[in-house]
């Protein structure tokens, strides 16, 4: 398998424009997560899905951020209007099952927003 | 609510050293806790997942345990080397309303050659 798969790699956009980012999960897991890293918060949970249904969203931090999961192979998370303070980097992970499985991560996408 | 710590926030060592990085956590209602390496500008491999029911888990050099009533964990890295040099986060997997993993803000390791 090739992993979690993440698009784009890097984002480089203007304060105000719409963002989106994309994940497709390894095959055959049924969890999906989005979390954010930045170099003050550390690694934060956004959202996760529970077969393609958003299961806790309490991590997203303002309707400026919404997530869908339309089926199992793909998610999206968008941001718009996009500010600076978005600016992190933004990862995609997937697992099998929650308590005895493993999370496994994709490489990221580092947005900047000028 | 979970706070996951970690210590030190950086360590060097010389090559060949065995050592212990820390992870402490203030509510012992996990899933599981999981142990992961973030080398620079990439994103997390996946170390060694220890279940709620389990003392330790070992995978080549590194040997993680789980201490639930104390709040702990530690990863173990045996006679490290150069290439081992990269952030080790823990993250739990927390029991308190839905499931989902709080993160630890790791610690930077180099090993010295």
């Known amino acids: 398998d090739a992993g979690v798969i993440q698009s784009p790699r890097h984002e480089v956009t203007e304060m105000g424009q719409e963002v989106t980012l994309r994940c497709k999960p390894i095959?055959?897991?049924?969890?999906l997560f989005w979390y954010r890293q930045t170099m003050m918060r550390g690694l934060e949970l956004l959202i996760y899905?529970?077969?393609?249904?958003?299961?806790?969203d309490s991590g997203m931090p303002e309707d400026r951020f919404s997530a869908k999961m339309p089926n199992a192979s793909f998610s999206t998370l968008k941001i718009q209007p996009s500010e600076p303070r978005d600016s992190a980097v933004y990862f995609c992970?997937?697992?099998?099952?929650?308590?005895?499985?493993?999370?496994?991560f994709g490489p990221g996408t580092r947005l900047t927003v000028t | 609510k979970q706070e996951v710590t970690q210590i030190p926030a950086a360590l060097s060592v010389p090559e060949g050293e065995n050592l212990v990085l820390n992870c402490s956590f203030t509510d012992s209602a996990i899933y599981n806790l999981q142990w992961f390496r973030q080398d620079p500008g990439k994103g997390l491999t996946s170390l060694l997942l220890i279940q709620s029911s389990q003392r330790e888990q070992t995978s080549g050099r590194l040997n993680a345990s789980l201490d639930k009533s104390s709040g702990r964990s530690t990863l173990y890295i045996a006679a490290s080397q150069p290439g081992d040099s990269a952030t080790y986060l823990c993250a739990v997997g927390s029991t308190s309303g839905t499931y989902k993993y709080i993160f630890g803000t790791g610690t930077r390791l180099k090993v010295l050659a």
């Open positions: 899905f529970n077969n393609n249904v958003p299961i806790d």
């Open positions: 992970a997937s697992s099998f099952g929650t308590e005895v499985y493993e999370q496994y």
């Open positions: 095959s055959g897991h049924d969890y």
